[in-house]
């Protein structure tokens, strides 16, 4: 059977399909992604597919594939970039890579949080153009965690290994808003309260949730009114959760006291995107999952994921939808 991989993955994780016995692999040999005409070349006739985040597999791309597609394997753990409707009606499983990026995720929020609230980025620049000259009382203040409280919007996986990382630093008040309580919120004595109270009391807020019809543009110039203009808002979710352009004039007009973003719309986002202007803005290129061990085992899960579904077996980790 055919595979098409959209991106150059380690050799490790080719080798898994290679020494498989059940696969002919075609991969896209680079590091930057492939255009759409070479995407729709090379699923031509392919069994399985192998994709990332940043390829949209759609029903152009299912029709050029052809009948023969039986399953996608994407390097994930969103799957936005897919239209599941399409997917659905024509009989294709789908793998996807949840659990295994939840802890190098969680650590990136968390230091992207402080390096927002302490404002590392502009005191690196501040050493590395002379703007450091001698110590002063009130100089490269930013906001501390301790004694603080943080709000999460999306107390899952991720949200609740953000939230055990957070509670050594002090933090006074857990609280979270979604649609139900999380039993499992206990365990760091986060509040589950409406969104209008995490969002008026918190100095932190924390996006963490999922894409969904209800949370795209959920960030918006209403939800920036609402939170404190001393708070800092940090989000490593997705990029069109937030509405960049409110967000933006939130940061210049004292509204909100700074941002931390991993992900953003579109990414990567332009150089002279006013975001980028700005000293209280940190924008990091979604390195959420990037260590090198997080990214091994992701790759190899897809693999296995894709085998599992050439060969109709149960998948280590099947989206079901």
Known sequence: MKVFLTRRIPEEAIKILQTSGVCEVSMWDSDEPLSRAELLAGVQGADGLLCMLSDKIDAEVLDAAGPNLKVISTLSVGYDHLVLEEIKKRGIRVGYTPDVLTDATAELTVALLLATARRLPEGIEEVKNGGWSSWKPLWMCGHGLSGSTVGIVGLGRIGMAIARRLVPFGVRRLLYSGR?????????????????????DSDFIVISCSLTPETQGMCDRNFFRRMKSTAVFVNSSRGAVVNQEDLYQALTTGQLAA?????????PLPTDHPLLTLKNCVVLPHIGSATYSTRGVMMALAARNLLAGLRDTDMPSELHF
């Open 259 to 267: 941002a931390g973003l991993d992900v953003t719309t579109p990414e």
């Open 180 to 200: 139900a309580a999380k039993a499992e919120a206990a365990e760091v004595k986060a509040e589950f309260v409406p969104m209008d109270t995490l969002l008026a």
